[in-house]
């Protein structure tokens, strides 16, 4: 008996472990990737290998946050494994932050190196995809910035907050895009970037050191796909509005005309979304229902807000301007793109799967044709910390 | 029961009765079966030889006293040839004073003293309520003079007289070293088992604790008693008790560790499966919750049996504080517990094979202390460990006199020096310290040794195996721990078996009135506790105080 047990502990110990072991200095953590076309070859990969001394406050010292390697070849999941030609560590792609897809690249369709993402068992499922505008994936990369330092923690970060504040990220994750691209009712979407300033200078530590650094990564827009190929960017407007038709939305706010020239702020602060989808005499058609909580941010129009009138009216104003932006993207979304980014085929596949399957194959037209209705109620709460607005007291 | 002859008696036993041994094989296998080991039994006390005290004279009688002690020095006779009288004691057990100021009136006495009545009489007038026994073979007389006793023997009289004038040296009842609290009795128990059984008798003051005296330990004869509340106590339990005890044939006990090892159910084991305490007050709710305590003349430990696992992480000062405080401070107990026997592990597993774990700023922060470090984690767990370890036993065993040294070496010397040359990371004395104290929080000092001791089996399976280790050990552990008994109560109960009534007192303590029976799982005789109707509350809500 005693003897079973020996041997069962010791086949543990010698049939497994060990393999994956790494010890901490021997490691190198990847936390971005940037795919390029490659002239020669099909891909080029840049991962960014953190040097976890420098943004560790005590231990650093002024040098590089990162070190930034660029190899080219035919597939991605081999160039992920021969960054050791230049690297000295071992890459831990487990901790990677954002994927930045170069515009050329996804242009062409080749977003086909999902499958490596997917497939690998180290990476996971919790990194920001976006895509380079007018400038190369691996440039935004390279750019330095002084509080998270690496480029990629920088827009992990970014886009995380953006998407909590305002809603200017589709919060995308490889999951969603797969699913989107996939699935027959919906199309993928990402956040696209850009560098604004001169990409010249943003891979070296003085762009740290400025208040206004020479080159900033920020959020230009929307990329869109149909299937795998990106057809074009839709402003950050836009996608805060698709955002808010997919009940994706947390937090965002809006300017409202309230008289020529004058504005009301509203800071949405919760809002739902509900789409429900027919066949009706042979056009799909969908009713969007968003029902939103509001608190009055800014206010330019001196109406009495003791007034409930004044909150009703207000409220009005804001479901207009909502009704107006949103019916508008949807109508660049069906008109000018001819993709279905909303998921609305997704929508009538849950809902009316008879007329959907008769449709399926066309859907991307069927869409064109779509109605559309879009039904917005805002409750205006309250008025922040103040009623009567400073303007009214003016001498 | 006196086994002052019975190393002979037992050759003897051994000698006939069993075969002569083949091999160490045979032997193993060999079954005992009950029959014989009864008869066994009852041989050993017909072999005895008594040797009865009847027709000595007083020369033979000081023969064989003389014979049995030797020459030792403390052994004191006093004779009184006209009269007949041999008056023996053991100069260093007996209170020297109550001697001077008594014995002399047995030699004043104008009495006839012919027979054993007459005897008594007398020395009742003389001692009094000075307890005393008659006592009428050599054996009995050997023993009551260890005991403290003075016997006086009368020339042909068939029995003597045994006084116990034992001595009073003993230190006073002071708080407890070990087990302190905020709040609650600060007495407690010393070496000296008859103080500390009028500790327990006075906070019980009731007819059914009874108290059971054995002798144990053929060299040093060390009184031992358990003590239970009869009615309550669990009775299988408590012959259960009895029997291991009265099985126990070693040659000396100096300490409850002793007994509990010998009375154990199993001893290959990490656990403790018997609680021990210093508190009186620990041990008289005990008492009254159905459990057996067993007490050992000369140590301040007390036996508190069956133990099972919830209950080292139970103290006095739950009862005496809020039961919201007491829950929290529990739980406290618990995570401690836990922490005390993973920490290091999980560190060594996370670092080396499950850095994706950990979030990224944490891993970076980690990356970036360990930058130069020149071990592998887990040698590096390993070295602040056994420097750890070796700081404590230094710590305890040191003289009190160098004893700051151990602060200054340990805190200066191997922490911030360590750390700052470079040769561990300070995470790692941030890991080493939690660890460390966490280990301290367990009330029971025995009971905190299996985390100590499972903790570094547990860091060498995570640095072979990672996390799969660590749990592979844990679910060792955890089947080890259900196959545990307690004088036949699972080590694991209330939890395993679960047994829902008892939750009120486990994980968290509920207050005291909705507390109405004993913990199932001791099995007491009588169940109810708490004869209140229901929680106290106004009159009108009809609370259980008003009525």
């Known amino acids: 008996m005693k003897r079973k047990y020996i041997i069962f502990f010791l086949s543990i110990c010698t049939l497994t472990g060990c393999w994956d072991h790494r010890e901490l200095s021997d490691i190198t953590v990847v936390t971005g990737m940037a795919v390029d076309k490659s002239d020669d070859e099909k891909y080029m990969l840049s991962v960014e290998g953190i040097n976890a001394q420098e943004l560790n406050v005590k231990t650093a010292s002024g040098f590089a946050p990162s070190i930034i390697f660029t190899l080219e070849g035919e597939t991605i999941a081999e160039l992920a494994r021969k960054m050791n030609i230049g690297v000295s560590k071992h890459l831990v792609y487990s901790h990677m932050k954002t994927l930045i897809i170069g515009e050329e690249v996804a242009r062409e369709g080749m977003i086909e190196f999902l499958d490596f993402l997917e497939r690998n068992r180290e990476i996971r499922d919790d990194f920001n995809i976006t895509i380079a505008r007018n400038v190369k994936a691996k440039d935004i990369l390279t750019v330095t910035y002084q509080f998270q330092k690496s480029s990629a923690l920088k827009i992990h970060t970014q886009l995380e907050s953006f998407v909590q504040n305002w809603g200017g990220d589709p ?112 056009r799909p058609s969908f009713y969007v229902k968003v029902r939103a909580e509001a608190y009055l941010d800014s206010s330019q129009c001196l109406e009495d807000l003791t007034q409930i009138n004044t909150y009703s009216n207000f409220e009005e104003l804001t479901e207009k301007e909502i009704h107006k932006g949103l019916s508008a993207t949807i109508k660049k979304l069906q008109q000018e793109y001819k993709s279905d980014i909303l998921g609305m085929g997704e929508i009538l596949y849950r809902q009316d799967y008879e007329s959907f399957k008769k449709i399926e194959k066309e859907w991307d037209k069927s869409f064109q044709d779509a109605i559309i209705d879009v039904d917005v109620k805002v409750q205006l709460r309250r008025s922040g910390i103040r009623t009567k607005s400073l303007l009214s007291n003016q001498k | 029961m006196y086994y002052g002859n019975s190393e002979k008696a037992s050759q003897k036993k051994w000698g006939e009765n069993v075969a002569p041994i083949k091999s160490i094989r045979t032997l193993k296998k060999k079954r005992i079966s009950w029959e014989e080991k009864l008869n066994r039994e009852v041989k050993v006390d017909n072999d005895k030889e008594v040797q009865r005290i009847d027709n000595h004279s007083i020369e033979q009688l000081k023969m064989e006293i003389t014979g049995a002690f030797g020459n030792t020095a403390d052994l004191k006779m006093v004779e009184s040839t006209e009269k007949g009288i041999l008056l023996f004691y053991l100069d260093s057990m007996v209170d020297s004073k109550t001697v001077k100021d008594t014995t002399p009136v047995i030699y004043r006495t104008d009495r006839e003293l012919s027979t054993v009545k007459e005897l008594t009489s007398l020395c009742n007038e003389i001692f009094g309520g000075a307890s005393f026994q008659l006592v009428g073979t050599m054996q009995e007389i050997y023993t009551a003079v260890l005991d403290g006793c003075i016997v006086i023997t009368i020339e042909h009289l068939n029995q003597s007289l045994a006084i116990s004038m034992m001595t009073d040296e003993k230190r006073s009842v002071s708080e407890p070293t070990t087990q302190t609290v905020i709040r609650g009795p600060k007495d407690g128990f010393i070496e000296s088992v008859s103080t500390n059984i009028s500790l327990i008798r006075r906070r ?72 021990n305490t210093e508190r009186p007050d620990t041990v008289a709710a005990n008492l009254v919750e159905g459990k057996i305590v067993i007490l050992i003349d000369g140590t301040p430990f007390v036996l508190i049996v069956p133990a099972v696992f919830v209950n080292f992480f139970e103290i006095a000062e739950d009862y005496y504080q809020p039961y919201f405080l007491a829950s929290f401070l529990r739980m406290i107990r618990y995570l401690s517990f836990m922490i005390a026997l993973l920490t290091p592990s999980l560190y060594v597993g996370v670092l080396t094979f499950h850095h994706e774990l950990l979030p990224t700023t944490l891993l970076l922060s980690v990356i970036a202390q360990r930058e130069g470090v020149p071990f592998p984690a887990v040698i590096e767990v390993l070295l602040m460990e056994i420097t750890f370890e070796i700081l404590r036993e230094a710590g305890v065993r040191m003289p009190k006199v160098v004893g700051q040294m151990v602060s200054i070496v340990g805190a200066l010397v191997i922490g911030q020096a360590a750390a700052e040359a470079g040769i561990i990371s300070n995470i790692m004395i941030i890991i080493v310290s939690i660890t460390a104290i966490s280990n301290f929080v367990s009330p029971v000092y025995s009971f905190a040794a299996a985390s100590r001791i499972l903790r570094f089996l547990l860091i060498i399976f995570a640095a072979v195996l990672g996390l799969y280790g660590v749990l592979i050990v844990l679910v060792a552990m955890v089947a080890h721990l259900s196959s545990l008994r307690s004088f036949g109560i699972p080590y694991l109960a209330p939890i395993a078996p679960f047994i829902i009534e008892d939750q009120k007192d486990v994980f968290v303590r509920f207050p005291f009135w909705s507390m109405k029976k004993r913990p199932k799982y001791l099995r007491a005789e009588s169940e109810p506790k708490i004869f209140m109707e229901s929680s106290p509350s106004p009159p009108d809500k009809g609370g259980g105080n008003n009525k």
Not at chain 1, 211 to 228: G, Q, R
Not at chain 1, 269 to 274: A, I
């Open chain 1, 171 to 282: 919060h995308v994750r490889l999951s969603d895009v797969i699913k989107a691209w996939t699935s027959p009712g919906s199309q993928p979407i990402m956040a696209a970037l850009t560098i604004k300033g001169d990409p010249k200078k943003g891979p070296s530590t003085d762009n740290m050191k400025k208040v206004t650094p020479d080159a900033l990564v920020t959020v230009d827009s929307l990329a869109i796909f149909k299937e795998e190929k990106l057809i074009g960017f839709l402003p950050l407007e836009d996608t805060r509005n698709i955002l808010w038709i997919t009940n994706k939305i947390k937090k965002t706010a809006i300017s409202v005309p309230c008289k020529k020239d004058k504005f009301l702020a509203i800071r949405i602060y919760n809002t739902k979304t509900k789409i429900k989808g027919k066949m009706k005499n042979g």
């Open chain 2, 204 to 275: 019980i003051r009731n007819q059914n604790l009874r108290f059971e005296r054995f002798t144990i330990g053929e060299a040093t004869q060390t009184a031992v008693y358990i003590g239970f509340v009869n009615g309550i106590a669990n009775n299988a339990i408590l012959e259960e008790v009895r029997n291991r005890l009265k099985k126990i044939k070693v040659s000396a006990i100096f300490e409850s560790g002793n007994i509990e090892e010998l009375i154990a159910d199993k001893t290959f084991t990490f656990f403790p499966l018997a609680l």
